[in-house]
């Protein structure tokens, strides 16, 4: 039964605004349990969710705190990752380091935990891996897409000419040398 003027459906209280440092707190732990981020791309991330300044800093402050954001790890762990998973050299890793805001210190020190060797042993793989696939093609060719390979994946000319030549030129026979053997000792 109603009474009159009076309506029995209560409306429902309207929610409070919520607290713009557990929106931007929630924003950063959803996007780091995907994958591991530098504290630029989640300031980039809650910037277009309209997060203000102030609560997106303090809430990166307090996860930077807590280790959850770290640009040397994660600059670290995307070297070492890259490298051996996609075979990007030192170079092609800095210029995607920087895309992602990294600061060129982290950068630099990322980069530096690559050695030559490792380089060059992961530039020989990558083109072996790929020969076969050129066998048959006009010399030129082979060069030409082994040498692209290299080159797409940050390498310095110098390291590509090398290691090609390697492999395509395989190194001539010679003389058979003895085996070391050592003097006796008695």
């Keep these: 039964m109603q009474h009159a003027g009076r309506d029995d459906r209560a409306e429902p209280e309207p929610e409070p605004e919520p607290d713009p440092e557990s929106v931007a707190h929630t924003i950063c732990l959803r996007l780091l349990t995907t994958s591991p981020r530098s504290r630029a791309q989640l300031a980039d991330a809650l910037r277009r969710?309209?997060?203000?300044?102030?609560?997106?800093?303090?809430?990166l402050d307090r996860l930077a705190a807590v280790g959850l954001v770290d640009d040397q790890a994660f600059a670290a762990a995307w070297v070492q990752s890259r490298h051996r998973g996609r075979g990007l050299a030192r170079r092609?890793?800095?210029?995607?380091?920087?895309?992602?805001?990294?600061?060129?210190?982290?950068?630099?020190?990322?980069?530096?935990?690559?050695?030559?060797?490792?380089?060059?042993?992961?530039?020989?793989?990558?083109?072996?891996?790929?020969?076969?696939?050129?066998?048959?093609?006009p010399h030129a060719a082979r060069l030409r897409r082994l040498s692209g390979l290299l080159a797409r994946k940050g390498y310095p000319a110098g390291l590509i000419r090398q290691v090609v030549r390697e492999a395509l030129v395989p190194p001539k026979e010679g003389p058979e040398l003895p085996a070391f053997a050592p003097e006796d000792q008695d």
């Design 49 to 59: 969710r309209n997060v203000p300044e102030v609560s997106a800093e303090v809430v």
């Design 92 to 137: 092609a890793l800095a210029v995607e380091l920087r895309r992602r805001g990294v600061e060129a210190e982290a950068v630099a020190g990322a980069v530096e935990t690559l050695d030559s060797d490792q380089e060059l042993q992961r530039a020989r793989d990558l083109v072996l891996r790929r020969l076969p696939a050129t066998e048959g093609l």
